[in-house]
């Protein structure tokens, strides 16, 4: 009854329960949960992937997914991340970083200490370069203090891309032809590379928000940027993912989420933090208990 | 911000082990109109000031393998105009002994950070020779 969208395409059919057995598949190997209302949306990423892998049928793709033949996982997890995004947004946040955080943050470290930031997941790059040219523009200490960014995501290809930096106009649109000039160079068809200098400053790994091992890599942050993510989650994931955010700040370290997104309702561990730019979330100084 | 220019050709050599902050200083000094090289520690530069021309070098005291001091005073003991090249030493500490430690070691001038762009800029045309 939903092949109005397959007009004259090959799409193979599949059956609701189908999908059903899928999204808790999913569901058990990343945590995003999708419900009936995101159907669309997962018929459209199952169909490009079997026809990708030339799968004959729903079935047959299941089979291969299931045995991860050629890290179709993997392939799969690419296909349902949503990569687009540009550069300094949600610059509130970034404001609110070098006006407040970041002040409250040094008053605990010594000069030249370290201050780490973690952009997670960081997609494509925009977000961990936009905070490295958001700091060297907007905070007069940057050269005191020996910063490293790290941006992580669970799309393997996203990190590939995040590593070469190249960027259309669109990503590019919120920020000044200055900035552009100084640290972008035009590479053709409208693109532009970030500084190389820029690319080797930041560290881009993969991690998996849900799986506590892989987090337990990713410790001592005084900052981490989780944005629009959390919302992909299902309540016990999204709780599990906090927890393990939780773990990977330092004590008095803050987290920002994006805009349409609470802590507050996913888990008691962290503080509301007011600031006038921006409402973030932070590990107590002292644990309780 | 004054909008003089360095003359084409002047080159500065960035001397410091965090990435971001050799890009601070790198981005600042190439939109002043300096050419710019950069090594991560003291063994680095020292590399490099012996293989290619500078007007200038901008050193961190701390950094990992070998410090700003030490390859300062490495430098200044070389034979030859590579020992006279401008120094320009920036640390965090702003107490009275780094001062000292980096004048006896043959520093031309010496900056704490924070380093403001403009500062940065200014105290690098005059060591290198843009303005007098």
Known sequence: MDDAKGRGSQAVHIAAEEVQRFCEFLYRRTGMSFTEGKRYFIDRRLEDRIEATGSPSFQAYFSLLRADADHEIEHLINSFTVNETYFYREDHQLRCMTASLLGAIVSRKKPGGTVRIWSVPCSTGEEPYSIALWLMENWPEVDNYSIEIVGSDIDTRALKAAAEGIYGDRALMRLSRGVIERYFTPVGDGNHQIDEGLRNSIEFTRANLIDPRDMAQYRDFDLIFCRNVLIYFDDASRRQAAENLYDCLLPGGYICLGHSESMSRISPLFRVARFADAIVYQRPEADHG | ?132
């Open chain 2, 1 to 132: 911000m004054d909008d003089i220019e360095a003359p084409p050709g002047k080159r500065v050599l960035v001397v410091d082990d965090s990435s971001l902050v050799r890009l601070y200083y790198r981005s600042a000094l190439e939109n002043a109109g300096f050419a710019v090289e950069q090594a991560i520690n003291g063994i680095e530069a020292m590399e490099k000031v012996l293989s290619e021309p500078f007007d200038l070098v901008l050193v961190d005291v701390n950094m990992p393998r070998m410090d700003g001091f030490t390859f300062l005073r490495s430098l200044r003991s070389r034979a030859g105009d590579v020992a006279t090249i401008p120094v320009l030493m920036i640390s965090t500490e702003s107490g009275g002994q780094d001062v000292a430690e980096a004048r006896a070691a043959g520093a031309n001038f010496y900056l704490v950070k924070p380093v403001a762009e403009a500062e940065l800029v200014r105290h690098v045309r005059v060591l290198a020779g843009v303005v007098p």
